[in-house]
């Protein structure tokens, strides 16, 4: 994605930078990348950049054979790209993993008074609601006051869409559980929040003797039908048998928006770029339209771009960061080959 303020001569174009590597497992944060391969040199440059920043944002995708170091192969093609054909200064962020690492590095640049850069390139993971970086803690709390214990963590992995992790559980019902989540729960909270969830559903399975009454009484094979074939009947099986335990926990999961965060993020791209400066999303997706119908916003793609934030909802992410930096925006795909990795 390309973003330029609505005062420079030149209508704004944007840019997916998609590179094609291993097939992505489609969800809320991420769609396949695919498409064909063309050339770096036939796209149509507006104006001639002097200075350059890429950001390669290292991410390996969840449950796959990924090197999280993938997005420094196009930001090299990029650097040789800029240098070779502009004789560009090109000034690359190295070691970006979460969202504190690249503000730490945006303030060294301003510090240092090197921004205004005429293309600031983002290269990794997109979602609907913008780039995707590792989950970074925002808050990790473990409270018991009585026999009431509350387990809560929030995490980031888009710049202004937290995700939280509540977890209520009686720390007299079952002790071993108990013990479990107070000498464990710093570690609960490092996991991803699906994972964690299943580890936990898991334990109360190991740990919470079941209702043999109620187990005779409604759990029967004929009971469950006969029309059932195997799988099937083993699925409910364990589905009444979990209703026959006593619930050890209550677990609940949800995303808030945190309207300073996002803002705090258009901010550092705003002061990167000059004021008729480009900034580029290149990612899986970062301007993907978003579905018309979905059961509920709450758990859909786009959590964030169809709020009202900025003057929402929006189509695409790009165009909510285009209003929140009072720029425009407009789509343009570009796919190429990958090159041997340069940066270590």
């Given at each position: 994605?390309?973003?330029?303020?609505?005062?420079?001569?030149?209508?704004?174009?944007?840019?997916?930078?998609?590179?094609?590597?291993?097939?992505?497992?489609?969800?809320?944060?991420?769609?396949?990348?695919?498409?064909?391969?063309?050339?770096?040199?036939?796209?149509?440059?507006?104006?001639?950049?002097?200075?350059?920043?890429l950001?390669?944002?290292?991410?390996?995708?969840?449950?796959?054979?990924?090197?999280?170091?993938?997005?420094?192969?196009?930001?090299?093609?990029l650097?040789?790209?800029?240098?070779?054909?502009?004789?560009?200064?090109?000034?690359?962020?190295?070691?970006?993993?979460?969202?504190?690492?690249?503000?730490?590095?945006?303030?060294?640049?301003?510090?240092?008074?090197?921004?205004?850069?005429?293309?600031?390139?983002?290269?990794?993971?997109?979602?609907?609601?913008?780039?995707?970086?590792?989950?970074?803690?925002?808050?990790?709390?473990?409270?018991?006051?009585?026999?009431?214990?509350?387990?809560?963590?929030?995490?980031?992995?888009?710049?202004?869409?937290?995700?939280?992790?509540?977890?209520?559980?009686?720390?007299?019902?079952?002790?071993?559980?108990?013990?479990?989540?107070?000498?464990?729960?710093?570690?609960?909270?490092?996991?991803?929040?699906?994972?964690?969830?299943?580890?936990?559903?898991?334990?109360?399975?190991?740990?919470?003797?079941?209702?043999?009454?109620?187990?005779?009484?409604?759990?029967?094979?004929?009971?469950?039908?006969?029309?059932?074939?195997?799988?099937e009947?083993?699925?409910?099986?364990?589905?009444?048998?979990?209703?026959?335990?006593?619930?050890?926990?209550?677990?609940q999961?949800?995303e808030?928006?945190?309207?300073?965060?996002?803002?705090?993020?258009?901010?550092?791209?705003?002061?990167?770029?000059?004021?008729?400066?480009?900034?580029?999303?290149?990612?899986?997706?970062?301007?993907?339209?978003?579905?018309?119908?979905?059961s509920?916003?709450?758990?859909?793609?786009?959590?964030?771009?169809?709020?009202?934030?900025?003057?929402?909802?929006?189509?695409?992410?790009?165009?909510?960061?285009?209003?929140?930096?009072?720029?425009?925006?407009?789509?343009?795909?570009?796919?190429?080959?990958?090159?041997?990795?340069?940066?270590s």
């Open positions: 994605m390309r973003v330029m303020k609505t005062k420079a001569p030149l209508l704004l174009l944007f840019l997916l930078l998609t590179y094609a590597f291993n097939s992505l497992a489609e969800d809320n944060d991420r769609l396949l990348c695919s498409g064909h391969f063309t050339n770096l040199n036939q796209w149509p440059v507006v104006q001639s950049p002097k200075r350059v920043l950001v390669p944002l290292l991410k390996k995708q969840e449950d796959s054979n990924e090197d999280e170091r993938w997005p420094e192969n196009p930001a090299a093609l650097d040789d790209f800029y240098r070779q054909r502009f004789h560009a200064e090109v000034v690359s962020l190295r070691n970006i993993r979460s969202w504190d690492d690249y503000y730490r590095g945006v303030n060294q640049l301003l510090l240092k008074q090197e921004a205004a850069f005429d293309r600031v390139i983002l290269i990794g993971h997109g979602g609907f609601d913008g780039p995707v970086l590792k989950r970074a803690e925002i808050l990790q709390d473990l409270t018991i006051k009585g026999s009431a214990g509350v387990l809560s963590y929030a995490s980031e992995t888009q710049p202004g869409k937290q995700q939280i992790f509540s977890l209520t559980y009686d720390v007299s019902t079952n002790k071993s559980f108990s013990d479990y989540i107070t000498n464990n729960w710093r570690e609960l909270t490092q996991m991803d929040p699906n994972v964690a969830s299943r580890e936990l559903h898991e334990m109360k399975d190991r740990l919470q003797p079941i209702d043999t009454a109620c187990v005779d009484r409604y759990c029967k094979a004929f009971r469950l039908g006969s029309e059932l074939d195997e799988a009947r083993s699925n409910k099986m364990h589905i009444c048998q979990d209703i026959c335990r006593t619930p050890l926990f209550m677990l999961t949800r808030e928006i945190r309207p300073e965060r996002f803002f705090h993020f258009a901010d550092t791209l705003t002061a990167l770029a000059k004021s008729d400066g480009l900034v580029f999303f290149g990612a899986c997706n970062p301007g993907t339209s978003s579905p018309d119908r979905v509920s916003w709450d758990n859909a793609p786009g959590f964030l771009i169809q709020s009202k934030l900025v003057g929402g909802p929006f189509n695409t992410y790009v165009h909510m960061f285009a209003s929140a930096s009072k720029r425009v925006a407009k789509n343009h795909s570009l796919y190429f080959k990958p090159k041997p990795l340069r940066y």
